[in-house]
């Protein structure tokens, strides 16, 4: 079916102003509000210790969640890639699953495993190991809910490129490593990087399920999203415009990023 010109001008024209209104003007005017006092008033709402130690926090549970997310995650999508086994959908649609359940549901699930009266509770009661409510509990919530973005990036590209490359290696006497570094490993590492893009800014973005299992104490146990909440409710809407600007600009970075990506997978898949 072939639209008048009208038509599709129209339809564009409806696209462009549903993303201004839902995207576009919500943060334009955070950026208005963020920018309005000045250039040094943002630098220094976000260099206060309380912003520097969210900071921190932060980049310290990326630095945890991705190389546990890539550890766990590529032999995953290998096995799910390479084998046939019993089971084999219901595995498929727990590693979706955080894809549907709500990040507090997660929270709540955390809390009734590693809580003091949980399933895991003697990890706290017996070996005084406090997971809920600590620095281990915020970790826990931001791997749970990244764990599909590494095996759902990888899998495709492993079907894509089949196994005629790695069966040719083990046939001229190649261990299981070298093939795996010398051959896999090279023929993912967009679809690997494309995921760890996507985990690192679900891992900042993260509000739902940390502010669940974290006591939300600044300079303790403070992400950079709970301090844009606990700014804004004690009146500092400033401070949370700042901290949300902040963000926004990792997230554009994350945008110019999946772009870069796309247009190598593009180039390398011809």
Known sequence: MTLSPFVT???????????????VVPVG?????????????????????????????????????VPLNVLFGVPTALVLARNKFR???????IIDLPFAVSPVVVGVALILLWGTAGL??????DLGLKIIF???????????????????????????????QEEASATLGAQWWQT???????????????????????????YGAVIMVSSNLPGLSQT?????????????????????????????LVLVAQVILDARRARAAK
Not at 9 to 23: E, G, I
């Open 120 to 125: 895991f509770g003697f990890v706290e009661n």
């Open 180 to 206: 795996f570094w010398r051959i896999t490993l090279p023929s993912i590492r967009w679809g690997l990087t494309y995921g760890i893009v996507l985990t690192i800014a679900r891992t900042l973005g993260e």
């Open 29 to 65: 005017l955070i950026l208005w509000r963020t920018l309005e006092p000045g250039i040094g008033e943002f630098f220094s709402s976000i260099t206060t210790p309380a912003a520097l130690s969210a900071l921190q926090l932060s980049l310290l549970v990326v630095a945890i969640v």
């Open 87 to 93: 089971g084999k959908s219901i595995l498929q649609s």
């Open 224 to 252: 950079m999203t709970l301090l844009v909440s606990d700014r804004y409710f004690r009146n500092n809407e400033y401070g949370a415009y700042a901290i949300s600007t902040l963000l926004m600009g990792v997230a554009v």
């Open 134 to 164: 600590s620095f281990p509990g915020i970790v826990l919530a931001s791997i749970f809910v990244t764990v599909p973005f590494v095996i759902r990036e990888v899998e495709p590209v492993l079907h894509e490129i089949g196994t005629d």
């Open 9 to 23: 001008r129209l339809l564009r024209f409806v696209a462009l102003a549903y993303l201004a209104v839902l995207v």
